[in-house]
């Protein structure tokens, strides 16, 4: 079954320190997807990321980057000289390509890393 | 292009109460769905519909809960009765695809039932 592990619930770090989401997934699929979404603390859920299990290029956008790792099945995720608006509940999730006994292809989320920027 | 829009934001309601969710996708895309975030599950999806017909409703807690979409730019979400339990955020998705696309998600219901 899908899975989607984030094992570090609450991660405090001071501004400009750069810090590292960690994802862990479980697939039996060979095509899958996963997200990064962002709920900061006014509670709306923002899109980050989507990567296809094909392609395992790092990804980089401004101060946020992404490393996709298959040999390992982590999708981590760092942000670079953090800033206090950073500070939100960072949720990693995994879709499935094929269809299993009927199974519907959830949108499989972790359970959320909140992240605190100290000023 | 407007997001997913979500009414109420806020509901504060009494057990026993009917409550009605309301949700607008983003236009064009075929798929919608609701989500329901608490402290206790995280984020579980109730039920998705593709252009207007449920697929799955499998994550629907009880026969209290109902959703329905009669168009391709509206849905509710209803619960009747209301439950001190039921007390969470609600959020609406939409999506082009199912697996492959990106899910937008509204702002969000923040449920509180007395």
């Known amino acids: 079954a899908q899975k989607v592990t984030q094992a570090q619930t609450e991660i405090s770090v001071v501004e400009k320190e750069d810090v590292t989401l960690d994802c862990v997934y479980e697939?039996?699929?060979?095509?899958?997807?996963l997200f990064w979404y962002k709920q900061p603390p006014s509670g709306e859920l923002v899109f980050l990321i989507r990567r296809n299990s094909f392609d395992e290029q790092n990804e980089i956008s401004g101060r946020y980057s992404w490393n996709f790792q298959k040999s390992t099945s982590s999708f981590n995720f760092t942000i670079t000289a953090s800033q206090v608006v950073d500070s939100a509940v960072y949720f990693c999730a995994l879709s499935e390509a094929l269809n299993y006994g009927g199974a519907t292809n959830k949108l499989i989320f972790g359970t959320g890393t909140l992240l605190a920027v100290q000023p | 292009d407007a997001g997913v829009i979500q009414s109420p934001r806020h509901e504060v309601t009494e057990m026993g109460q009917e409550v009605t969710l309301r949700c607008k996708p983003i236009?064009?895309?075929?798929?919608l769905f609701w989500y329901r975030q608490t402290m206790m599950r995280g984020l579980e999806l109730l039920i998705y519909?593709?252009?207007?017909?449920?697929?799955?409703d499998s994550g629907m807690p009880e026969d209290r809960f109902s959703a329905k979409m009669p168009n391709a730019s509206f849905s509710t979400l209803k619960i009747q009765p209301s439950e001190p339990r039921d007390s969470a955020v609600y959020f609406c998705?939409?999506?082009?695809?199912?697996?492959?696309?990106?899910?937008?998600f509204g702002p969000g219901t923040r449920l509180l039932v007395l």
């Open positions: 697939t039996r699929d060979t095509t899958y997807y």
């Open positions: 236009s064009g895309h075929d798929y």
């Open positions: 998705a939409s999506s082009r695809g199912l697996t492959e696309e990106t899910q937008y």
């Open positions: 519909f593709n252009n207007n017909v449920p697929i799955d």
